[in-house]
């Protein structure tokens, strides 16, 4: 299978580099780091290992693929969508935060599928990625339901031994993710610990309330999400990756943009247009907003 992949960072650098075994990968990503994979190839390395040579290359439009993979960050999600409208591309599947295959959607005249993946990747430095944990991805139709488009691309991961489950209820996957998200990620960013410090006391409270909140939004909008299972999706994760700094802590860090809007931004969004009230992500969004304005992030 013919498969891009736009944003061509660490998740979407790892997926394409075990993809490339088996399949034709174009990674679309920053210079420095496709300068080196067009020269060198590139080296996967830890939990999983193998050198590929994929193509990568800057250029963003005029590609031709049967399968675009989408891991962009969530702000740049219509910037991609609009170099994807310019490229000749059979289907797209985002594994991005946040809520954005809508926008995807809005933009293309192609099939967007759902997808959740909780492999953990590194770029050590141009040209070499590190899985720092094997896990799996999830792949199905945006509205639910089985789909011929989800059941190839599912093929497609699993011939390059990637732990793959194509779902029929991605609507509530996307929601129990993007509660895990929102308990776990501006959480850990704000108080900058890792996530087994929401394990327990006040910082468990308030992930567990933002997941709640976030539980009570997907209802309303028509996903059946219990407050218990976002609840238990917070402390699962947590306890798997009790070491590890989320990725919005690591923006944080690395003073970056991070993707509050698409996360708890996105809770506090849905809930005005219900006239539901989500005290505990309203505030988590307002404070990292606030650090981004402060940092000239915004």
Same mark, same amino acid.
């Given at each position: 299978?013919?498969?891009?992949v736009?944003?061509?960072?660490?998740?979407?650098?790892?997926?394409?580099?075990?993809?490339?075994?088996?399949?034709?990968?174009?990674?679309?990503g920053?210079?420095?780091h496709?300068?080196?994979v067009?020269?060198?190839?590139?080296?996967?390395v830890?939990?999983e290992s193998?050198h590929?040579?994929?193509?990568?290359?800057?250029?963003?439009t005029g590609?031709?693929?049967?399968?675009?993979l989408?891991?962009?960050?969530s702000?740049?999600?219509?910037?991609?969508a609009?170099?994807?409208?310019?490229?000749?591309v059979?289907?797209?599947?985002?594994?991005q935060?946040?809520?954005?295959?809508?926008?995807?959607?809005?933009?293309?005249?192609?099939?967007?599928?759902?997808? #959740?993946?909780?492999y953990?990747?590194?770029?050590?430095?141009p040209g070499?990625?590190?899985?720092t944990?094997?896990?799996r991805?999830?792949?199905?139709?945006?509205?639910?339901?089985t789909?011929?488009?989800a059941?190839r691309?599912g093929?497609a991961?699993?011939d390059?031994?990637i732990n793959?489950?194509?779902a029929?209820?991605?609507?509530?996957?996307?929601w129990?993710?993007?509660?895990?998200?929102?308990?776990?990620?501006?959480?850990?960013?704000?108080?900058?610990?890792?996530?087994?410090?929401?394990? #327990?006391?006040?910082?468990?409270?308030?992930?567990?309330?933002?997941?709640?909140? #976030?539980?009570?939004?997907?209802?309303?909008?028509?996903?059946?999400?219990?407050?218990?299972?976002?609840?238990?999706?917070?402390?699962?994760?947590?306890?798997?990756?009790?070491?590890?700094?989320?990725?919005?802590l690591?923006?944080?860090?690395?003073?970056?943009?991070t993707?509050?809007?698409?996360?708890?931004?996105?809770?506090?969004?849905?809930?005005?247009?219900?006239?539901?009230e989500v005290? #505990?992500?309203q505030t988590?969004t307002?404070?990292?907003?606030?650090?981004?304005?402060?940092?000239?992030?915004?």
């Open positions: 299978m013919r498969i891009l736009f944003g061509a960072g660490s998740l979407g650098t790892l997926v394409g580099g075990l993809l490339a075994s088996v399949h034709d990968v174009t990674l679309v920053r210079d420095r496709v300068a080196r067009s020269k060198t190839g590139l080296d996967v830890g939990a193998g590929v040579t994929p193509t990568a290359t800057t250029t963003e590609h031709d693929a049967d399968l675009a989408v891991t962009v960050k702000f740049d999600t219509l910037a991609a609009e170099a994807l409208a310019a490229c000749d059979d289907a797209v599947l985002s594994l935060n946040g809520l954005t295959e809508e926008l995807l959607e809005s933009h293309l005249d192609v099939p967007v599928l759902a997808g #959740t993946v909780t953990g990747a590194r770029l050590v430095a070499r990625v590190e899985c944990g094997v896990g991805v999830v792949l199905g139709a945006l509205d639910g339901g789909s011929p488009v059941e691309a093929k991961f699993r390059a031994n793959t489950l194509v029929s209820d991605m609507p509530r996957r996307r129990e993710k993007l509660a895990v998200n929102a308990g776990i990620n501006a959480v850990t960013a704000l108080a900058r610990v890792e996530n087994g410090a929401l394990a #327990t006391d006040e910082a468990h409270d308030v992930a567990h309330r933002a997941a709640r909140e #976030t539980a009570r939004i997907a209802r309303l909008e028509g996903v059946r999400l219990p407050n218990r299972v976002a609840r238990e999706a917070i402390d699962r994760v947590v306890e798997k990756t009790a070491a590890n700094h989320s990725s919005m690591q923006d944080v860090d690395s003073g970056k943009r993707e509050v809007d698409a996360i708890n931004g996105a809770v506090v969004e849905t809930a005005v247009k219900h006239q539901f005290p #505990t992500n988590l307002a404070l990292l907003r606030a650090w981004e304005r402060g940092k000239g992030l915004r």
